[in-house]
């Protein structure tokens, strides 16, 4: 699993003109499954990232987590994290099919609503305008 994970002021998602998900302070998670990942990968990225301690406190350092500020998480699907970019024409064959990765993102959204956070989304396969105003910027990009 891939995961691109943005610090924001704010972010949402909209879907035909709505809004679909939205968060104030938190991640605007771009989540990318690949075809051999696990239950347990899924849990893993979750327990990552709502642990990140990037957040700053008050002697402006990177040292707070989700929890400490009251953050959500914004998690929009991205299979696109998985072009194969050799040629100038990206592939995508390389990204899980739906069976495989429609389970896996909602059990990564499920870890981490486990975890006390509240988690917004975007519809997987939708077509999607997602909106953020990115912290920093504070840009990671995990992966299990």
């Known amino acids: 699993m891939r995961a691109v994970v943005t610090r924001a002021k704010n972010a949402r998602v909209e879907i035909d003109n709505k809004i679909n998900g939205a968060i104030e302070t938190g991640f605007l998670v771009l ?6 990942d696990t239950a347990a990968q899924a849990d893993k990225l979750a327990e990552k990232i709502c642990n990140l301690r990037v957040f700053e406190d008050e002697n402006g350092k990177m040292n707070r987590n989700l929890e400490a500020v009251g953050g959500a998480l914004l998690v929009v699907s991205q299979f696109t994290l998985y ?15 739906p069976d495989v990765a429609v389970p896996l993102y909602e059990r ?6 486990e975890r006390g956070f509240r988690v917004e989304h975007g519809e997987f396969g939708a077509d999607m305008q997602v909106f953020s105003q990115n912290d920093g910027p504070v840009t990671i990009l995990l992966e299990v």
């Not at 989540?31 to 051999?36: A, F």
């Not at 990564?108 to 609503?113: G, K, L, P, T, V």
């Open 31 to 36: 989540l990318g499954v690949g075809p051999e």
């Open 83 to 97: 072009a194969d970019t050799s040629s100038r024409r990206p592939g995508f064959s390389h990204a899980a099919k």
């Open 108 to 113: 990564f959204m499920a870890q981490c609503r």
